[in-house]
């Protein structure tokens, strides 16, 4: 069924996962993504283990590239240069992530092509921006977790060493503040009749996600670290006799409820603990007397009791659970579909849900070149053209030439 973007054609000419990821987004809404990779394939493709004889695919590439048309060029050279120019007068968006300055190298720059198309959406994604002195680093998500701060609110407790979110989380950040920006772009091209040039880069993304309550205390100027640091405590991850779960007592009724779920009277006559402010301050010791209670039953028992008094609470689930998660199940969250060489894949269906135009996979991510023809046909090519070009490396199709 198709979906918001139907009708939209955007151009991925993005690597690894913040541009794929994003155009992957568009494609879940209806768009039609035409991913340009070069002969050897998006990189992503390798860097994980294969999960194909052939050697095209990974779980990561799959992940990010579902639903989209692949064609295989050579785009340093004039022709396939020309190629990409030719497909940009039937697109609506266009998205790169090279390192700034290739695209103008190679003569596809922003400016250059939205003085041509000047409907176009040309999207820019790079690291840390196109300016300052760390413009030119090659850049992937260690480097912008380093650098916004997410790896300081990870320290660990005691030795305070900076420690990594164990997920690229600045990449897919990224991705998603890129699609929504050019469903803006989109909407205003609508109203004014002209595209615009977006320019995302990871670093401006993570400062922008992290800042509400990870930057609490540099938020106020002049007041800077005034209050503890609200990240230095322990987490809400409790072990109960057989597993983990979490749950939250925010609010005094959420503390109250917590409390009676302990069958402890005491508890809620401990001061500390009396007020949000009282069990901000005294963050460490709520937690850990918290696990206290908690480390005596089950996790069924704990979130039974919790649940009846209305404390926020939920297992904390293994990955290998989370398939089987009877509210992943009720929700119908993990769709299969069956992938070309690979076999049966499970992915998550689009977060948003739009009741007049659902969004929906739009099948499984292609092979290097596999619609290089197809889309060279579209553009005027004959048979015997794209033959030419497929010897002259060019092109890639899949299959052919190589």
Known sequence: ????????????????????????FLADQGAEVI????????????????????????????????????????????AGARIVKKLVAQSDV?????????????????????????RLIYVSISGVGE?????????????????SGFADIQSQAGTNRPQMIRT??????????TAQAVSSALYAREKTGRGDHIRVAMLDA????????????????????????????????????????????????EWQGFCRATDDPELLKDERFAT??????????????????IATRTTAEWLARLDAADVPCAPVLRRSEIVANEQVVARGI???LEQPSVGRVRQPKPAARFEERPAAIGGPAPRIGEHSREILRDLGFDDAAITEMTLSKVVRIEGEGR
């Open 168 to 177: 690229i989380v600045a990449d897919k950040t990224t991705a998603v503040l």
């Open 206 to 253: 993570m400062l922008s996600f992290l800042w509400p309550e990870g930057m609490m205390q540099h938020t106020v100027v002049g007041a800077e670290a005034s209050s503890p640091d609200p990240n230095d405590r322990p987490d809400l991850i409790f072990k109960t006799v057989d597993g983990y779960i979490t749950a939250g007592t925010i609010s005094d009724s």
């Open 131 to 147: 300016t300052g002195p760390y413009a030119k680093k090659r850049v992937y998500d260690p480097i912008v977790q380093g650098l």
């Open 1 to 24: 069924m198709p979906g918001p973007l139907l009708g939209v054609r955007v151009l991925d000419l993005t690597s690894v996962v913040s541009g794929p990821f994003a155009t992957m």
């Open 276 to 293: 949000p402010a009282g069990r901000s301050v005294n963050a460490t010791a709520r937690i850990n007397k918290m696990q206290e209670y």
């Open 334 to 336: 993990i769709e299969e």
């Open 94 to 118: 266009l998205v790169q992530n090279f390192r700034p300055g290739t695209m103008e190298r190679l003569g596809l720059g922003a400016d250059e092509l939205r003085a041509q198309y000047p």
């Open 35 to 78: 991913k340009i990779e070069p002969l050897g394939g998006d990189i992503t493709r390798r860097s994980r283990a294969a999960i194909d004889k052939a050697g095209q695919f990974s779980a990561l590439f799959i992940s990010s590239n579902r639903g989209k048309r692949s064609i295989s060029l050579d785009i340093k050279s004039e």
